[in-house]
């Protein structure tokens, strides 16, 4: 089926550094998301993205839409200890049949160090 | 309440039992989804369903898993003759229409032994 290749799988920092991550696709989306999960947790959405170039920001979030419509990056400022988690790209398919269904990355561990 | 819920929140099977898990949307939500997360994966859409009816079920990965959705709001996912490839957390999902906002639920996590 249809696959989000999200990198890096993992990462270890320091507090205080930037973090970026991204996502491409072999297909063409139509919306971006980009959610965090904390364990025991369900998914909560970050930041979404509905226009190929948008760039948008939530704080210490930004994320942007690439122009192709095939990928999409999600960077932290500034990293806190909070920040810990674990960051899923999702996206809809342009074209497709059902609007509900969202493709999911590998998702990023993100581990932050005091 | 406030958010998606979801029932049991851990539930220990034996294989070949049939397990019935448990969704409630946020109050007037129409759309719901259910996924699937594997350890250490991402999450693996099953079925969505706007009110009653289920337009997508293309997720659902053997005719041992079956969902149905009552009354335009509590869903139940079924899984039967459970096998230890179902071990996962199944989350569910609900949206103030198919393209809105997904809000996940806690999950469910389930352990076939």
């Not at chain 2, 079956?66 to 509590?74: K, Y």
């Amino acid at each position: 089926g249809q696959q989000l290749n999200q990198s890096p799988q993992s990462m270890f920092i320091q507090e205080g550094e930037d973090v970026s991550m991204n996502c491409t696709s072999s297909s063409i989306f139509n919306t971006w998301l980009w959610y965090k999960q904390e364990p025991g947790e369900g998914p909560v959405l970050l930041i979404a993205l509905y226009k190929a170039g948008e760039l948008t920001s939530n704080g210490r979030l930004t994320a942007q839409f690439g122009i192709t419509r095939k990928d999409s990056f999600l960077n932290i400022s500034a990293s806190i200890p909070s920040d810990v988690g674990i960051y899923f790209c999702a996206g809809r398919l342009a074209g497709g049949t059902s609007y509900g269904k969202l493709t999911f990355g590998q998702g990023t561990i993100l581990t932050v160090h005091p | 309440g406030a958010g998606v819920s979801q029932s049991p929140s851990n539930k220990v099977t034996e294989k070949g039992k049939d397990v019935e898990l448990r969704c409630d949307p946020i109050s007037g939500h129409t759309a719901l989804y259910w996924y699937r997360q594997s350890l250490g994966q991402g999450l693996e859409f099953l079925i969505y369903f706007q009110g009653n009816s289920a337009p997508d079920k293309s997720g659902l990965p053997s005719d041992r898993f079956s969902a149905e959705r009552t009354g335009g709001s509590v869903s139940t996912l079924t899984i039967q003759r459970t096998q230890q490839e179902d071990s996962a957390v199944y989350l569910c999902a609900s949206s103030l229409g198919g393209a809105g906002t997904q809000y996940f639920g806690p999950g469910t996590r389930l352990l076939v032994l």
